[in-house]
């Protein structure tokens, strides 16, 4: 799958391409990154990509021409890509959305920086507009970083078999449960005893209340989107039962 990304600021994202997972990706040939930058494609002697925003009020706007430019050239090298605006005011980016970009055979990320991007430029060159979460960030360009991530991951190969696992819960929209790892024991912290039982269909439903029982407890929005079977709710009962909110609320604090 191919990654068209354009940014002012391209190695923010080229950073990710070459590091862990994606990179891993890239060496093998699963995944290709690549990133144009808008000034290449200004003009005027400056190399001018911004400009004051009419009607007044702060900061600066992305102009139109540039980004069309640059937009149009990656096209060619990437044509039956989706154009994606990484925004504040875009979709939710949620792993639904990550599975069906990785159907994609591309997709074109736009990064913005400054106050925003000319409107008619966001109207008439994109598909559609994602946001990573409810916050501003100084640019676009970690936005499309985590959405690279995320789909990358999913390609066939990309995640070897043991790393794909841990897809699973969130694929099913629930938290993960809680991990351990050597040693048993620091400052009298123990590892769950079930957890070093060697009984798998035991330490399969510990960890299916776990997630059940903190998803409900840190993300209920995403439970009510999840239909529980009859077995499940049995595990969340029990799990509520044998835990209290304080305890919790005192981890997410
Ligand atoms: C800047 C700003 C400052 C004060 C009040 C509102 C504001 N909005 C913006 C703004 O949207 N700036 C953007 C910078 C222009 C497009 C690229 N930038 C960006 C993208 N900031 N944050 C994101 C982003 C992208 C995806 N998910 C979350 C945030």
Redesign the pocket.
């Known amino acids: 799958m191919r990654f068209d990304i354009v940014a002012l600021l391209p190695g923010i994202v080229e950073a990710v391409a070459s590091e862990g997972v994606v990179g891993r990706a890239c060496t093998q040939g699963k995944v290709q990154v690549h990133c144009t930058n808008p000034r290449d494609f200004a003009e005027d002697p400056h190399h001018t990509v911004d400009d004051r925003p009419y009607g007044g009020g702060p900061?600066m706007v992305m102009q139109y021409e540039p980004l069309a430019r640059a937009h149009g050239s990656v096209r060619k090298a990437n044509p039956e890509a989706r154009t994606i605006a990484?925004?504040?005011q875009?979709i939710p980016f949620t792993q639904a959305l990550a599975r069906e970009a990785a159907k994609e055979k591309g997709l074109i990320l736009i990064?913005?920086?400054?106050?925003?991007?000319d409107e008619r430029f966001l109207n008439q060159q994109v598909d559609a507009e994602?946001?990573?979460?409810d916050?501003?960030?100084?640019?676009?360009e970690l936005?499309a970083a985590v959405v690279i991530d995320t789909v990358a991951r999913l390609l066939p190969g990309v995640l070897g078999c043991a790393e794909s696992a841990g897809q699973d819960s969130f694929s099913e929209g629930l938290l993960d449960c809680p991990h351990y790892t050597r040693p048993e024991e620091i400052e009298g912290l123990r590892v769950p005893e079930v957890l070093l039982s060697g009984d798998h269909g035991k330490i399969a439903r510990w960890r299916r209340r776990e997630m059940l029982g903190r998803t409900y407890r840190r993300r209920p929005d995403l439970l009510d989107r999840t239909a529980l079977s009859a077995e499940d709710r049995a595990l969340l009962d029990e799990y509520l039962d044998s835990t209290s909110e304080e305890t919790d609320r005192e981890r997410d604090d």
């Open positions: 900061g990484l925004t504040p875009g990064a913005g920086r400054y106050e925003g991007i994602w946001s990573v979460g916050y501003v960030l100084s640019g676009g936005a």
